[in-house]
């Protein structure tokens, strides 16, 4: 077994447990593992594409990472409705502690996995950050502009790609 695809797409409760796995290995960066795991679990979901994506990223397949993060989002908004404002995190729920949101807009590109229970505001934002540093490294300056205008340029990491790009 492993990344040649020689174990055939698992569905019911074994693709639940390929998922899990799956995002066990993403918190350990064991990025091939938890990439087989995805494929393996063959949900067509966005959280599952969004993962894919990651490993994608992190393993330096950009263009692959960047369709996957285009169909996540597509996904997403296909089965959650896009919401009051189209493409724009709501800021309507209720927000966290300033600590927190200091931590987030600081904090590098996270690493963790998306899972089918996270808020949809939520996933959102984890596909933007990802798919705007994607963009970065496939040098498509425009996507990471317009990324960070959508995130309301509220996260240092993609200020300083936007630095770099303006030099």
């Known amino acids: 077994m492993g990344l040649m695809g020689s174990a055939p797409p698992t569905a019911g409760a074994d693709s639940g447990r390929l998922f899990a796995a799956g995002v066990t290995y ?7 593992l938890a990439y087989d795991c ?3 679990c063959a949900n067509g979901d966005a959280p599952t594409r969004y993962n894919l994506a990651l490993c994608c990223f992190h393993v330096g397949w950009y263009e692959e990472s960047y369709r996957l993060l ?4 597509r996904l997403l908004d296909d089965k959650l409705g896009k919401g009051s404002c189209p493409g724009v995190p709501s800021m ?9 949101r200091h931590w987030d807009a600081a904090s590098e590109l996270p690493r963790c996995p ?3 229970e996270t808020p949809r505001d939520d996933a959102l934002t984890l596909i933007l950050r990802l798919r705007a540093e994607a ?3 496939l040098g498509r300056c425009e996507e990471v502009r317009t990324i960070a205008a959508r995130l309301g340029l509220r996260y240092e990491h993609l200020e300083n790609l936007l630095k770099t ?3």
């Open 165 to 167: 790009i303006d030099r």
């Open 38 to 40: 995805f494929v393996r």
């Open 92 to 100: 309507s729920r209720r927000q966290p502690p300033e600590a927190f």
């Open 26 to 32: 993403i918190c350990c960066g064991a990025w091939p």
């Open 70 to 73: 285009a169909e996540a989002e």
């Open 114 to 116: 998306l899972l089918p």
């Open 135 to 137: 963009a970065f490294r």
